[in-house]
């Protein structure tokens, strides 16, 4: 068995609407053999995991997966139960896989669902291995396996404090990304989001981070607020720090002035050779050393989150207790085999260690870390009492006092911090620490709130919900209006006439399209963007208001989605395209892939249906949102009986778009206003404007914008692009498939042309039969025919696309030698240009559109006599209305 690729889907998704890892297994023949064949390896496979006799599979009750292993099932329905068990065994809960053959003999898909991705890929890893020791005779170690994927999982997941904001978002209906696999979120979605990394948010400023950084000067700010610190000084050498030592009268501290998380930091030294040694550790992190008194009392940490006090905890240093048997090195290990303690901030608690501050520490006790301590002893491993060196914490919020609570929201004013901890050092803070000898030691510009999360005594306080409310008050969620379109044909027209429409109405619209990605208005990357890339680097933009989301078949398939819900989703049409494809066998396969996006629709929202498409009607039974008819025909029957029970609907009738719910009707906006509609000849587009009209209309947008919207929608580059060269004209256009063929056949052949000329290709991934009928589309629509290839063979041999779409164009009946092939689309065009005669309309279904303008442009530019005007989206010099041509 061998694990040819790994790939993530982490949004919604065709398998699931959770993360999914893809796992692709190749096995041999001999692999190929049920499990009921393999002699004693169910017994084996059931020892080394047997939480596998808990899980249903298909028959629904625990015990259901040995029933299939004793029947006999197969390694790829062995191997994915084994994956989501070890993420089990490690403490990642999962339970949803599937298997299925993937193409040809021997190669599997295997799809199981993750929390955090690293275990997962570990489990699968280990998985290869146990059961390729299985098959050999032997055994796995599994409990091995499983520390190994939850050290993975732990080494990559976020940190407790990054991990709570970003589960007090979720649950409030935030949108949570994570950036480049670091503790960076982005909660919501384009002008709404907010930017968190660990506790310090987008709303923190740089200088008072920086401010909180230099515990010198924010002592110093601090008192000059009237908030009480420590004296001290800084100095750069051990013999300064000496000096500052015996001025201040010991006891002191001393710690490095930009460090944090106690790194560090030596409390309570009481002779000059102490504060040497000390010295040389704070060095080591910053050449400026802070000396300062040392402030007898406990540790307290303070949490401020926009200006108002949320918790508080007493921080106990890390310490053991001696038993008499045990040194002090081997009671710290037995401390840190307690599961809450982890390697930094990856746990509630943090392992101790012991470094040359701990051996400092011990030696003040009189101890060493290889000494025995009496049973009962307490030895303090530090005296500083940051989770971070090992410490643990107790809740403290309802004792604070008053004064207390005051004080400490002052000082993080003072240093303009929105979240911040005020570490205090005070005998009890039930009591005033001004006049009672209590210090703010200590202001923190990120700080952790695992301590408050997750105390070893005390009740837990939710800080991370605290910053969420902050972030995002009023119950507010960080969404943007999101519609997503999806369809065989018109999903960019679409998606462009409503970001248009948005653009008018004041909005900025981000948009995903087929030729890039447009951030109010400005194309800011161009290609095919139709996948959840692309989508998320919409959502990420901080200038979008409303999300405009073209949502192609292809990454829905392969990558899911690139968001989690939408307020609109849109279903053009569904007919025969990419049959042939990464498991297309037929439409209903492209129905169930497209499905996808009317079951991700929010509560509250809206799915648009195709009411003249009777695949995109089926959806209707998987539609999450409220269903919303739209029709190009007056008296579509679907759509009356829609209306009759009270829903909504949109249609033409008479010349006018209207929108209609129950027995109501509103005039929208005349068909022969729309220019991309060319007066009403263009059917496609008098339904893409209809679906426009619709999403936008839904969403309360002014039927005003939604007409000027519309009437100035006459910039739709590559779809139905229409130019007058001297005495004939020409049409560029995107069509690929049989559908889009058709559809701009019905739409030239109302042009009036003497003769209509196509050069046509078709994309050499789709199955042979759909090419031939491209073909034949093209055979019974056009007088003459240049036959091109697409530069991107896509695994066919040169001339093959070419030929079964001249053998499709031979069955229409059109003759062969009205049919010429010229591979090149360049020269191809160029052949169809000299070739025209007056009166002709030349159709060009390109695959590189600028490439095609061109040629056109070159052509032009040689017989400059013979050129009166260009349409919308070709010159933007000399444009003519389209409806004159």
């Keep these: 068995m061998r694990i040819l690729s790994m790939q993530a889907l982490p949004g919604a998704n065709i398998y699931s609407h959770r993360p999914v890892l893809r796992v692709r297994l190749e096995l ?12 004693d390896f169910v017994p084996r496979l059931l020892a080394a995991l047997p939480g596998l006799a808990e899980h249903g599979c298909s028959r629904g009750v625990p015990g259901g997966f040995v029933e299939r292993l004793e029947e006999g099932t197969y390694l790829p329905h062995v191997f994915e139960h084994c994956v989501l068990e070890l993420q089990c065994r490690a403490g990642y809960e999962v339970n949803f896989g599937k298997a299925r053959q993937a193409g040809r003999a021997g190669l599997y898909e295997v799809v199981v669902a993750y929390r955090v991705l690293a275990a997962a890929t570990a489990a699968v890893e280990e998985t290869g291995r146990l059961l390729a020791a299985l098959l050999a005779g032997g055994h796995g170690d599994t409990a091995a396996a499983a520390a190994r994927i939850r050290q993975a999982g732990e080494a990559s997941d976020l940190g407790p404090s990054t991990a709570a ?18 503790d960076l979120l982005i909660l919501g979605y384009g002008c709404r989001q907010q930017r968190v990394w660990a506790t310090v948010t987008g709303r923190t400023g740089a200088l008072a981070v920086d401010l909180a950084g230099d515990k010198a000067l924010t ?41 944090n998380q106690g790194k560090g930091v030596t409390l309570n030294i009481t002779d000059p050779a102490a504060v040497e040694r000390a010295f040389a550790i704070a060095a080591a992190f910053d050449k400026r050393v802070l000396v300062e008194e040392f402030i007898p009392g406990r540790q307290y940490r303070l949490c401020v989150v926009n200006g108002k006090m949320m918790a508080a905890a007493e921080r106990i240093p890390a310490y053991v207790l001696g038993d008499g048997v045990h040194s002090v090195n ?82 993080a004013a003072l240093l303009g911090l929105d979240v911040a901890g005020v570490d205090v050092v005070a005998e009890d803070i039930g009591r005033p620490i001004r006049g009672n000898g209590g210090v703010v030691i200590e202001i923190n510009a990120a700080p952790g709130i695992r301590m408050h999360h997750y105390p070893t005594a005390g009740k837990a306080r939710d800080v991370a919900a605290g910053i969420v409310d902050y972030l995002f008050p009023r119950g507010g969620n960080g969404r943007i209006p999101l519609i997503a ?63 405009v989301l073209e949502t192609a078949r292809g990454g829905m398939q392969r990558s899911g989605l690139g968001f989690d819900t939408c307020d609109v989703s849109v279903v053009t049409n569904v007919s025969e395209d990419h049959l042939g494809q990464d498991g297309i066998e037929d439409i209903e396969d492209l129905v169930y892939i497209k499905s996808l996006l009317v079951e991700v629709v929010k509560p509250g929202g809206y799915t648009l249906l195709n009411a003249d498409d009777p695949y995109v009607t089926a959806l209707r039974s998987r539609a999450k949102g409220e269903v919303v008819y739209f029709s190009t025909e007056p008296d579509n029957l ?106 701009l056949l019905n739409t030239v052949k109302r042009l009036g042309a003497a003769r209509l000329v196509g050069v046509i290709a078709a994309p050499g991934d789709r199955r042979d039969d759909v090419i031939r009928n491209v073909g034949r589309v093209a055979g019974r629509g056009f007088d003459y025919l240049f036959i091109k290839e697409d530069r991107d063979l896509r695994g066919r041999a040169p001339g093959e696309t070419a030929e079964l779409l001249r053998r499709g164009a031979l069955d229409a009946g059109i003759a062969a030698d009205r049919i010429t092939t010229i591979l090149a689309e360049d020269e191809a065009v160029q052949a169809a240009l000299e070739a025209a005669l007056p009166g002709d309309l030349i159709v060009v279904f390109y695959e590189k559109y600028e490439a095609v303008l061109a040629v056109i442009a070159a052509f032009e530019k040689c017989r400059p006599e013979r050129a009166t005007g260009y349409s919308a989206g070709y010159s933007p010099e000399a444009v003519v209305s389209a409806n004159s041509l």
Aim: glycine residues 12%.
């Design 330 to 411: 081997e009671l710290v290990a037995l401390v840190n085999r307690d599961p809450l303690r982890g390697d930094g901030h990856e746990r509630p608690l943090t392992k101790i260690a012991i470094d040359p501050v701990a051996v400092m520490v011990l030696a003040r006790q009189g101890l060493t870390p290889q000494a025995v301590p009496a049973a009962g002893r307490v030895v303090y491993i530090r005296e500083n009492a940051n989770l971070s060196t090992g410490g643990t914490a107790v809740d403290v919020t309802d004792a604070v006092h008053p004064d207390n609570v005051l004080l400490a929201e002052r000082a």
């Design 219 to 259: 002592k110093h700010v601090l008192a000059g607020g009237g908030v009480p610190v420590p004296d001290g000084m800084v100095v750069e050498t051990a013999s300064a720090a000496v000096r500052e030592a015996e001025a201040l009268g010991c006891p002191v501290a001393v710690k490095p002035v930009g460090s």
């Design 638 to 743: 679907l759509v009356r009986r829609h209306l009759s029970v009270g829903g909504k609907a949109f249609f033409v009738k008479d010349g006018m778009i209207y929108a209609a719910s129950g027995s109501l009707g509103r005039a929208v906006v005349k068909v022969k206003d729309v220019p991309v509609t060319l007066g009403g000849i263009a059917l496609h587009n008098v339904q893409n404007a209809v679906i426009a009209a619709a999403a936008c209309y839904c969403l309360k947008v002014p039927l005003g914008c939604i007409r000027r919207g519309l009437s100035s929608f006459d910039q739709n580059p590559g779809r139905l692009n229409l130019m007058k060269i001297g005495d004939f004209r020409v049409c560029v256009d995107y069509g690929h498939n049989p559908a889009g063929y058709q559809a």
């Design 165 to 182: 904001i970003a589960a007090a978002a979720a649950r409030r209906g935030v949108p949570v990304t994570r950036v480049a696999g670091e």
């Design 485 to 547: 379109i999806t369809g065989t044909n018109g999903k960019t027209t679409v998606s462009r006439m409503i970001g248009q429409i948005w653009q008018t109405a004041g909005y900025c619209a981000g948009m995903t399209t087929t030729d890039g990605i447009y951030i109010g208005g400005r194309r800011i990357m161009a290609g095919d963007t139709t996948g959840p890339a692309s989508a998320r680097m919409v959502l990420s933009d901080p200038a979008v208001e409303v999300a």
């Design 28 to 39: 041999t023949d001999e692999e190929e053999v049920p499990t009921s064949e393999l002699g």
